[in-house]
C-alpha cells in the first residue's frame, strides 16, 4: 500500500509547483475545482476505487477543516495497514442518492407515481459548505434521481414539462430562478451546479424554458428574462469577433475558410473529469471527452471515428445540428424580447442571425440525396454521416422546409422508429447514447418536429410506444429510468459509466407531456 500510494502520488503530481504545499482556500477562486481544494490528495484518493462511482467521493462534502484533512492524509497514507476507505468516511460525509430506495405504491397508476415522486426529488435552496463541490442555489428545484444529487441543465426543461402538467407553476419558477442566478453569478448555466461542471454548459434549452414559462404566465415573461438570455447567448458566441483564418477556433466558435463563423461544444478545462476520475486519466483527449459530457450524449458513437472505441472521439472537430437549432432558438427568443421591449434595431439584429443560422444549416449540415441533417466535420470538411435523432432539431424548431421534413420524417420512420420510440443511433456500440437506447428529451423533440409539420399521427403513434414502455417498466420494476431499451421491450437500457439510474426527473416529465398530448390530440 505505501508503495502504491507513493507511485500515485509521484504520476499524478507531476508538475505541481509545490506538491508539499497546503492549498490555501481563502486565495483561492469562489468555486475552486475539487483538486484545488484538496491538492494532490483528490487524485490519490480517486485513483484508489474506493467507490464504484468516481462521482461520489468528487461530491462528498468534508466534516472538518480541508487543511486539517490534508495534513491528516500525509500523516498516516503510508502508515501500515491504513485503510483508505476508513479515513474518507472519518472525514467526509459520504452522499446519498434521490429516489433509490423510494419504495413504490403499486395500487399507483404511474401518473400519480410521478406526482409522488417529485417531493421525493426536491431539492431546497442550499447552504454554502466549505470544501463542498455543491453550488448553493437560493431557491428548492428538481434533481433527476439516482447518482444526479444536483439540478442539471438541459434536463430541467424536460423536468418542467411535467412539473407543467402537474400544476406546479412556482417550482419552474424557482428553477428558472436558479438559472438566473448561475448566470449572473458564473456567466453561463453550468452542466449542474457543482463547481467541478463550471467548465461547461449544456444544450442550451433556458430559452426553451422561458417559453414554457411564458406559455404558462404570459408574455410579459420575455421581458422579465431578457438580460439572462442576451447573457447566455454572448456565453456561446464569447470569441466570435476574435476567430480568424489564421487563429479559427476559440472556444465554442470556429471560423470556416468560406468566412462564416459556426458553433461546437466545448469545455476549457483540458483535465481529466473530476467526477470520472480514473475512468478519464488513461485517455489524452480530455477536451474532446469534455465537449461530449457539454453535448449531453456522453457518450456515443456519434462523437466517435471508430464507433466502439472512446479513444477516438472527436467532439471539438463537430458543427453539430443540435447545437446549431437551439442557438437559432435562443436567436428567436432574442428577438421577440427585443421587440417587446421597443428595441427595434436589437431584434432585427437577432432575425439576422436567425435567418443565416438557417443558411449555414442548409449549406453544411443538409444532404439532399439523403434526406437528412448530419454533423460537419470542419476539418475533415464533411458531413459526419451518423444518423440520430439529431436530425429532428431543425423540425423542433421549424427551421426546414416541408419539402426537407418530408425527407426527414421518411428516414425516422424507416430508420430511427422502434418498437419503443426514437432509437438513439444506428450503432449498437456499447455506448449509453446509441442503439439500442432511446432517451426521453430525444422522444419529446422527435415528437414536438413531428407536429410542425403535419404528422400528427405519427407522433400520436411515438407518444404511444414511449409511453406504454415506461408504464411496461413501471409496471415490472416500479420504477422511471433515467433510459430504456426501444429496441428490445423485454430488457432493460445499458452501456455508459454507470447504472441506469432511477427517478427520474426527464423520463417523468416528458411521459406526463405525452400523456397530454395523447389526450388533446387523438
Known amino acids: 500500500m505505501k508503495n502504491l500510494l507513493f507511485l500515485i502520488a509521484f504520476i499524478f503530481c507531476l508538475g505541481c509547483a509545490n506538491d508539499n504545499k497546503i492549498p490555501d482556500n481563502n486565495k483561492m477562486e469562489k468555486y475552486p475545482y475539487p483538486e484545488d481544494v484538496y491538492g494532490p490528495m483528490f487524485g490519490e484518493i480517486q485513483m484508489l476505487k474506493l467507490f464504484p462511482d468516481s462521482k461520489t467521493f468528487a461530491d462528498a462534502t468534508p466534516k472538518e477543516d480541508v487543511k486539517k484533512i490534508i495534513l491528516e492524509f500525509r500523516k498516516r497514507k503510508n502508515d501500515p495497514g491504513f485503510d483508505a476507505k476508513a479515513f474518507v468516511e472519518e472525514f ?65 426543461y ?208 443538409w444532404v439532399d440525396s439523403i434526406g437528412v441533417f448530419y454533423d460537419y466535420n470542419f476539418n475533415k470538411k464533411n458531413f459526419n454521416k451518423r444518423m440520430t435523432p439529431a436530425i429532428m432539431y431543425p423540425l423542433y424548431f421549424k427551421m426546414a422546409s416541408q419539402e426537407q421534413a418530408d425527407k426527414v420524417v421518411e428516414n425516422y420512420k424507416s430508420e430511427l422508429l422502434k418498437a419503443g420510440g426514437v432509437v438513439t443511433s444506428l450503432n449498437d456500440a456499447e455506448h449509453q447514447w446509441d442503439a439500442p437506447n432511446g432517451w426521453a428529451p430525444l422522444q419529446w423533440v422527435t415528437l414536438v418536429g413531428l407536429d410542425n409539420y403535419g404528422y400528427k399521427a405519427e407522433a400520436i403513434d411515438l407518444a404511444k410506444r414511449w409511453t406504454a414502455l415506461n408504464e411496461k417498466v413501471y409496471k415490472d420494476t416500479g420504477k422511471m429510468l433515467e433510459k430504456y431499451n426501444v429496441e428490445d421491450l423485454s430488457l432493460v437500457a445499458g452501456g455508459g459509466e454507470y447504472p441506469v439510474q432511477d427517478g427520474f426527473g426527464w423520463s417523468n416529465g416528458v411521459y406526463l407531456a405525452m400523456k397530454k398530448y395523447i389526450q388533446e390530440n387523438e
Open 158 to 365: 424536460f423536468t418542467m414539462l411535467g412539473l407543467k402538467e402537474s400544476g406546479m407553476d412556482d417550482m419552474i419558477k424557482n428553477m428558472l430562478d436558479n438559472f438566473v442566478f448561475l448566470i449572473d453569478e458564473i456567466g453561463h448555466i453550468p452542466n449542474g451546479n457543482r463547481t467541478y461542471f463550471i467548465s461547461r454548459s449544456q444544450p442550451p434549452f433556458f430559452s426553451e424554458m422561458v417559453e414554457l414559462y411564458a406559455g404558462i404566465k404570459g408574455e410579459k415573461v420575455y421581458e422579465n428574462y431578457l438580460p439572462a438570455l442576451q447573457k447566455e447567448y454572448e456565453f456561446w458566441m464569447r470569441g466570435s469577433d476574435l476567430v480568424t483564418a489564421e487563429e479559427p477556433k476559440y472556444e465554442h466558435c470556429v471560423f470556416l475558410e468560406d468566412g462564416v463563423i459556426v458553433n461546437r461544444y466545448y469545455d476549457s478545462h483540458n483535465a481529466p473529469r473530476q467526477e470520472s476520475y480514473r475512468e478519464d486519466v488513461r485517455y489524452e483527449d480530455y477536451g474532446d471527452i469534455r465537449a461530449a459530457c457539454e453535448s449531453g450524449w456522453d457518450f456515443s458513437s456519434r462523437w466517435l471515428r471508430n464507433p466502439n472505441w472512446l479513444g477516438t472521439i472527436r467532439t471539438l472537430d463537430i458543427f453539430p445540428v443540435d447545437l446549431n437549432a437551439l442557438l437559432f432558438g435562443l436567436e428567436q427568443k432574442l428577438e421577440k424580447g427585443y421587440r417587446m421591449v421597443g428595441d427595434a434595431k436589437k431584434a432585427d439584429e437577432y432575425k439576422s442571425y436567425s435567418v443565416k443560422r438557417i443558411e449555414l444549416m442548409n449549406t453544411y449540415q
Open 92 to 156: 467526509w460525509e459520504i452522499p446519498t442518492t434521490f429516489a433509490s430506495g423510494f419504495e413504490t405504491d403499486t395500487t399507483k397508476n404511474l401518473t400519480e407515481h410521478i406526482n409522488s415522486l417529485w417531493p421525493v426529488l426536491t431539492r431546497s435552496g442550499d447552504k454554502a459548505v466549505p470544501g463542498s463541490t455543491l453550488i448553493p442555489l437560493p431557491n428548492p428545484y428538481i434533481v433527476p434521481g439516482g447518482r444526479f444529487r444536483e439540478i442539471y441543465y438541459w434536463d430541467s
